[in-house]
């Protein structure tokens, strides 16, 4: 069964500056897509960025980018130029490419908090 | 297009009582997914359709859950006798075949059994 790990239960950034937040996962899968999930409080869960496993490049989006490790099965996401909005729960979450079920498997989580 | 919506946001209940949630994909999408996220965990996947067909359940969906999907548009998750470990945010999720595979989420139903 596919397992995803998220070490960092809090983070803290200053507004501004770059944060990074850790995920590593465990599957023998080839194939599979990775997913930063960003959770406010009391606010519904929104996709933040995804990575397909079979492309070397990593993904980015605006202040986030991803650090996609394959061998290492890592995939850390970075958020430049922290803002207070930024502040959240952060999952990352893994899904098999094959199959019929697209079910996400989500890690524990990172609460992030941004300091003004 | 509105976006996945979930009725009620909270609910309180009494152990024993049933609860039923309802969930309001995002129109083209065929696909909905089922989540339970207790507190410090991230979601875990509990049941999913595909149209009105529901394809795979997980072993936390005991015989007290049943969820239906009827027309291949909104879903309702039933809970009989609830129990206190019920206690748990439900998330909702759709998904269109063929799309690029991003699952968007409801706000959630709010359990609390006391």
């Known amino acids: 069964a596919q397992t995803v790990t998220q070490s960092q239960p809090e983070m803290s950034v200053q507004e501004a500056e770059t944060v990074t937040l850790s995920c590593t996962y465990d599957?023998?899968?080839?194939?599979?897509?990775l997913f930063w999930y960003k959770q406010p409080p009391s606010r519904q869960m929104i996709l933040v960025i995804r990575q397909e496993a079979y492309k070397q490049q990593n993904a980015t989006e605006n202040r986030f980018s991803v650090n996609f490790q394959k061998a290492a099965k890592s995939f850390s996401l970075k958020i430049s130029d922290s803002q207070l909005g930024d502040a959240a729960m952060y999952f990352c979450a893994y899904r098999r490419s094959g199959g019929s079920n697209y079910k996400l498997t989500f890690g524990k989580g990172t609460l992030l908090t941004v300091n003004p | 297009d509105t976006g996945v919506s979930q009725d009620p946001r909270h609910k309180i209940t009494k152990r024993g009582q049933n609860v039923t949630f309802r969930c309001d994909p995002i129109?083209?999408?065929?696909?909905l997914y089922w989540y339970r996220q207790t507190l410090g965990q991230g979601p875990e996947f509990l049941t999913y359709f595909q149209n009105e067909a529901q394809l795979e359940k997980s072993r936390l969906l005991s015989d007290r859950f049943s969820a239906e999907r009827p027309k291949g548009s909104f879903s309702t998750l039933e809970i009989q006798r609830t129990e206190q470990g019920d206690s748990a945010m439900y998330l909702c999720?759709?998904?269109?075949?063929?799309?690029?595979?991003?699952?968007?989420f409801g706000p959630g139903t709010r359990l609390l059994v006391l």
């Open positions: 599957t023998s899968e080839s194939d599979y897509y």
């Open positions: 999720a759709s998904i269109k075949d063929g799309a690029d595979g991003t699952q968007y």
């Open positions: 129109s083209e999408h065929n696909r």
